[in-house]
């Protein structure tokens, strides 16, 4: 029996070193004492970052060149976000693509009056509101779980409000979580340590999700360590916010059309699987005829513009690749190609790259970046090459680093109504 014991204990603790601990890779610190929540976005505040935005301007300075005094102006001031307590602002973000289907958690604390802590709050976008587990004691073993689309672009950053941060007192009273264990699926991602400061925490992991191969996952937070509040047991968080990758696609309605096989030009929106169109092998720098394997649609905003010096323009993502005069790749955000897709090293392009077009190099003379959302389309994966011939200009397909895939999830159950337990309101 004591050996038996002995070999028990052994292997959960080989067990705990087996798991991938995860630090922030990025700390941003929050402020919502009552001057801060005065402050933002006054009238006084405004007319400040004006003045600072004035001298930027014509000093031609960055902010880091700028007094701390000036800092501290600009921190008031946010043009994206209507009120403070907004974590995302009410710009263009990963979610123009998608989202989570549904979200579910083991337990909640119940109401107290007007007050809620259901497990919605954990990702409306507020700082305002949180999530409280409803178990008595300090919640540990308790779950959040994300059921994401099979549509949803892929995520590569998890950012965590942890604590009740809307004061000092309300965060010091309650308990906040000090590890989770984290999951896609069922199987282990990694062990997230977060910091005891009222922030917004970011984690970088490799891109999870399944993005059009039609199977919903998961990703499950669970409790396994706490940081006790001076009052309070209950464990609170008060977001878990996620950022990604694109897929990289071009505008539909005409605005991208491609050159088939029989050098005509179709509407991207009108192609399908098993079609002949014109490819480009940028490895071998081969031109012909090829068939389409795979194709995606999605809905994204916060496209861009390119125009050329001949005249030809492009619609598209961020991050959708281009081929430059001589074969190498480049997008306007190079660091989500290079982290996405089956491609040689994504250089930066700008105003002044030259393109590779039916006929030959052109230079970029204007990026815009267009307002709204939008139907976007792409070619995944060809026969035989990786790029194909869009209003004139050579740009890469969109097939993604492959990644392990997590077993299919299975459906959330409702949340469940915890037990009544004191909090801090």
């Not at 028990?8 to 009552?34: C, H, I, R």
């Not at 941060?165 to 309650?174: E, L, M, P, T």
């Not at 264990?181 to 490799?206: C, H, R, T």
């Not at 010096?309 to 190498?328: W, Y």
Request: charged share 30%; net charge neutral.
């Amino acid at each position: 029996m004591r050996l038996l014991t002995i070999l028990v204990a052994v292997g959960y603790l080989t067990f705990g070193l087996s798991q991938k601990v995860l630090k922030p890779t990025n700390l941003e610190l929050l402020d919502f004492s009552p001057e801060k929540v005065k402050a933002f976005n006054s009238e006084e505040s405004l007319k400040k970052c004006e003045a600072v935005w004035k001298k930027m301007e014509q000093d031609n300075l960055e902010f880091d060149q700028l007094s701390q005094q000036d800092k501290d102006a600009l921190s008031n001031c946010d043009e994206m976000r209507s009120s403070i307590w907004s974590l995302e602002g009410e710009g263009c973000s990963w979610y123009c693509g998608g989202g989570y289907d549904s979200l579910w958690a083991s337990s909640e604390l119940a109401s107290q009056g007007k007050s809620d802590y259901k497990v919605e709050n954990i990702h409306d976008g507020s700082a305002k509101k949180a999530w409280v587990e409803g178990k008595k004691g300090y919640g540990i073993g308790e779950k959040i779980s994300f059921r994401f689309k099979d549509e949803s672009p892929r995520v590569t950053s998890i950012q965590i409000v942890n604590g009740y941060v809307k004061s000092k007192s309300a965060y010091q009273n309650n308990s906040r979580v000090k590890k989770f264990k984290v999951w896609v699926d069922d199987k282990v991602l990694g062990i997230f340590e977060l910091e005891d400061k009222i922030s917004k925490q970011s984690f970088k992991v490799e891109p999870l999700g399944r993005f059009g191969k039609k199977a919903h996952w998961t990703l499950t937070f669970e409790i396994m360590e706490v940081y006790k509040g001076t009052k309070w047991d209950d464990v609170v968080v008060t977001e878990i916010y996620f950022d990604g990758l694109d897929v990289h696609c071009l505008a539909g309605d005409g605005y991208s059309k491609v050159m088939t096989a029989k050098k005509e030009w179709v509407n991207i929106e009108d192609l399908k699987i098993g079609d002949q169109i014109l490819s480009l092998n940028t490895l071998t720098g081969e031109v012909g005829k090829d068939k389409i394997l795979e194709l995606a649609s999605v809905k994204h905003c916060g496209l861009i513009k390119i125009v050329t010096k001949s005249g030809l323009e492009i619609r598209c993502t961020k991050d959708h690749p281009f081929v430059d005069a001589d074969g190498e790749w480049m997008s306007f955000d190079p660091e989500k190609s290079n982290a996405s897709y089956i491609l040689s090293k994504v250089n930066q392009l700008t105003i002044g790259s030259i393109l590779k077009t039916s006929k030959g190099p052109d230079e970029i003379i204007a990026i815009e970046e267009l307002p709204g959302q939008t139907q976007t389309y792409t070619i995944v994966k060809l026969k035989k090459g990786n790029a194909f011939n869009v209003n004139g200009v050579w740009v890469g397909t969109e097939e993604l680093i492959p990644r392990q895939a997590p077993s299919a999830a299975k459906g959330l159950p409702t949340a469940m109504q915890g037990p009544k337990l004191k909090i801090e309101n």
